[in-house]
């Protein structure tokens, strides 16, 4: 990797970046559409306004909800980073994906996370990815902020899983976004250079800010064909960093965290309206589905009591229960999706053969996901009657087919069985009552998940 001391991401700023090009440049014709994919970083189901919150600031996103389609039973890839993000990217649930949590038991590649050795898993050369797709389908595509697919493989970046261009921080790289949400370090493609701003530990620019930047910087490349934007905020993982918090100052019975969480939450909304604000400036808005999501539920270090971070679900990031897997998930584009809220049940892997039929691209064989485009235009599917999966291997289990729900997030321990639609906050266990119902779960999970390598179970390593 080149490093390069200059500053790289000066070279546009908030709605500067479009103010130049003018709406004389849209084309007569419609080109294919382009894709804004916007995934934010342990944001609970509760924490937007348009999802019942009562005190976060949230008007940009809330907008894209009352002006598109807004569901209520979206399931993210599973309750931890890295693997919810690998089900997103190739179509897969936790049964069958390269990466299955964030630390792996066998293989992977060995590594520090602070002063603890750990092992990480990364994506493969052979693992396809939603950007290799829609690349293939002639579009450019992008990766802003967060990959979290590398983990100490320098050679499992974005450039080398699909994405013709990558603005961020890697894993691999582990002072590449250190500080957490003010960096020194960021990589512009291949190269490795400096916030020259935030030189000497200054809190000069946000990542929030930085990325978005980045983001309307590819837009303004490539207004002119179609573009696949993964914007992957860091917004609002902690450490809770953010020196801005004049939204929630006056809060006087809330704590420095519970303002901090909050601020990054609206600080990550303001961004994205600047972000919507620029693509209507360069005439791309009616032309462009915007996704936003969250990668899985809020984490316990989050004010999960004070703030109704995860609304009345039971459990957090890291588990699977649905505080823990249920994410807000909005999609937006004026004239083509329109204003409802649907209850129909989707989750990540249903992003690749969606987002490749959007695109007029092949999709790939082997994928766990279902193709829910019609719900994105206002026709009607039925989503739920087909079992959807999770693990955390040898560690926890979890799945879902209409109303039932099983789940497990301990090891060894029985899955309990809840009526989702009738029990949303998994609070009264039916197991004992409907056993049949607990045995054919039993037996789908088995057939819809293969062994892994990296984490095998203890049967498998006794064999």
């Not at 490349?221 to 179609?226: E, I, L, V, W």
Request: negative net charge.
């Amino acid at each position: 990797m080149k490093r390069n001391n200059i500053a790289l991401f000066g070279c546009c700023s908030a709605i500067a970046v479009f103010a130049s090009c003018s709406n004389k440049e849209k084309k007569k014709e419609m080109p294919p559409p382009n894709i804004i994919f916007i995934l934010a970083d342990d944001m609970g189901y509760g924490d937007l306004a348009c999802y019942g919150n009562k005190q976060i600031k949230t008007p940009n996103i809330d907008k894209l909800a009352e002006t598109g389609t807004r569901f209520t039973q979206c399931y993210a890839g599973s309750g931890v980073s890295s693997p919810s993000r690998c089900a997103l990217m190739t179509g897969k649930n936790t049964g069958n994906t390269t990466i299955r949590d964030n630390f792996c038991q066998a293989g992977g590649i060995e590594g520090k996370k602070g002063e603890n050795i750990i092992r990480r898993m990364h994506l493969l050369p052979e693992d396809t990815t939603i950007a290799t797709v829609l690349s293939d389908a002639g579009y450019r595509t992008c990766l802003v902020n967060k990959w979290h697919l590398d983990g100490f493989n320098p050679e499992a970046t974005p450039l080398n899983r699909g994405f013709n261009e990558f603005y961020g921080w890697l894993i691999s790289t582990s002072y590449s976004n250190d500080p957490y949400y003010y960096p020194y370090w960021r990589f512009n493609n291949h190269e490795l250079g400096n916030i020259e701003e935030n030189a000497n530990d200054k809190h000069t620019k946000h990542n929030t800010d930085i990325s978005t930047e980045d983001a309307m910087c590819f837009i303004k490349r490539n207004k002119d064909r179609p573009f696949f934007l993964y914007l992957a905020y860091d917004a609002p993982h902690e450490p809770y960093n953010i020196d801005e918090t004049t939204w929630y100052d006056d809060e006087n019975e809330w704590d420095t965290n519970t303002k901090r969480y909050a601020s990054l939450i609206t600080h990550m909304d303001a961004a994205i309206g600047r972000l919507i604000a620029g693509l209507e400036l360069l005439g791309l808005r009616e032309n462009t589905l915007i996704i936003f999501t969250s990668d899985n539920g809020a984490a316990v270090q989050a004010p999960l009591e004070e703030l109704n971070c995860n609304a009345s679900l039971r459990g957090r990031k890291a588990q699977l229960y649905e505080g823990g897997i249920r994410v807000p998930f909005i999609v937006n584009m004026p004239g083509t999706v329109p204003v409802q809220t649907l209850s129909n049940i989707i989750y990540f892997p249903d992003m690749m053969p969606t987002l490749a039929a959007f695109a007029g691209a092949k999709t790939p064989e082997n994928t766990n996901g279902t193709n829910v485009l019609p719900l994105f235009t206002g026709q009607d599917m039925d989503t739920d009657n087909r079992l959807l999966y999770w693990e955390f291997t040898g560690k926890q289990r979890a799945a879902r087919r209409g109303d039932w729900k099983v789940v497990s997030i301990r090891k060894n321990e029985p899955l309990e069985l809840y009526n989702i639609r009738e029990d949303m906050t998994e609070s009264n266990n039916l197991a004992e009552k409907y056993p049949e119902i607990v045995a054919g779960f039993e037996r789908d999970m088995e057939q819809i998940r293969t062994p892994s390598p990296y984490w095998p179970l203890e049967k498998e390593i006794t064999q």
